[in-house]
Antibody
Framework: EVQLVETGGGLVQPGRSLKLSCVAS????????MSWTRQAPGKGLEWVAS????????YYPDSVKGRFTISRDNAQNTLYLQMNSLRSEDTATYYC??????????WGQGVMVTVSS | DIQMTQSPASLSASLEEIVTITCQAS??????LSWYQQKPGKSPQLLIY???SLADGVPSRFSGSRSGTQYSLKISRLQVEDIGIYYC?????????FGSGTKLEIK
C-alpha cells in the first residue's frame, strides 16, 4: 500500500524557516517524481515544487522560487521541503504527492504550516 | 503561465442526476489534464488522468472528455458520496496550475 506521511509543520514567525519531511512507503521511491502542493485555509490547490526521481532537477512557481527548496533522500525514501523567509501567505496545509506522467496519483494526509507573529 | 478556467464554481444537483464540470485551458495542453476530488476534511484524490483515463478504484460513473482546449468531468448518476470539491490540473508546462475548484452539493 502506498503511503506518504508528512511531518514538520507548525507555527512559525514571519521571516523564519521551517523544513517539512515526507516519508514514502509501499513503492519504489526512486522511480517517481515527487511534488509538494499546498492549500491555504478555505482556498484552492496550489502547486509548490517538483523534483525528478534522481533529484537532479527541481521546479518551482514564482511565488516560492528562491525561498523554498525541494530535495530528496532516495536511500531514506524521504522527500523534503525547506521553506525560508516565510510569509503569512505561505500559511497552508502542505501535501506530499507522488507524480506519474503528469498527474498526482497519491497524496499524503497533509501537514499544517501557520506563519504568524 | 497557463490559466485553467473552471466552471461552475458551485453546483447543486439531485441524486442520480448527470453532472458536468468543465475546465478551459488558456492554450493547448494536449492530454496533460487530470481531475481530483476532495471530500470534506480529506486530501484530494485522483479521479481522471490523461484527460480521459479513469484512475484505479474510481467508479465508472466518472468520466473525462476533451474538446480542443476544453476539458470536462462527467458524473453520470450522482451519489451522496460524490459531494466535495473538484479540481482540474494542467501538467503540460510549469508552473503546474489547478482550476479554482467546483463545490458539488446534493440538492
Amino acid at each position: 500500500e502506498v503511503q506518504l506521511v508528512e511531518t514538520g509543520g507548525g507555527l512559525v514567525q514571519p521571516g523564519r524557516s521551517l523544513k517539512l519531511s515526507c516519508v514514502a512507503s509501499g513503492f519504489t521511491f526512486n522511480n517517481y517524481w515527487m511534488s509538494w502542493t499546498r492549500q491555504a485555509p478555505g482556498k484552492g490547490l496550489e502547486w509548490v515544487a517538483s523534483i525528478t526521481n534522481s533529484g537532479g532537477s527541481t521546479y518551482y512557481p514564482d511565488s516560492v522560487k528562491g525561498r523554498f527548496t525541494i530535495s530528496r533522500d532516495n536511500a531514506q525514501n524521504t522527500l523534503y521541503l525547506q521553506m525560508n523567509s516565510l510569509r503569512s501567505e505561505d500559511t497552508a496545509t502542505y501535501y506530499c504527492t507522488r507524480g506519474t506522467e503528469g498527474h498526482f496519483d497519491y497524496w499524503g494526509q497533509g501537514v499544517m504550516v501557520t506563519v504568524s507573529s | 503561465d497557463i490559466q485553467m478556467t473552471q466552471s461552475p464554481a458551485s453546483l447543486s444537483a439531485s441524486l442520480e442526476e448527470i453532472v458536468t464540470i468543465t475546465c478551459q485551458a488558456s492554450q493547448d495542453i494536449g492530454n496533460w489534464l487530470s481531475w481530483y476530488q476532495q471530500k470534506p476534511g480529506k486530501s484530494p484524490q485522483l479521479l481522471i488522468y490523461g484527460a480521459t483515463s479513469l484512475a484505479d478504484g474510481v467508479p465508472s460513473r466518472f468520466s473525462g472528455s476533451r474538446s480542443g482546449t476544453q476539458y470536462s468531468l462527467k458524473i453520470s448518476r450522482l451519489q451522496v458520496e460524490d459531494i466535495g470539491i473538484y479540481y482540474c490540473l494542467q501538467a503540460y508546462s510549469a508552473p503546474l496550475t489547478f482550476g479554482s475548484g467546483t463545490k458539488l452539493e446534493i440538492k
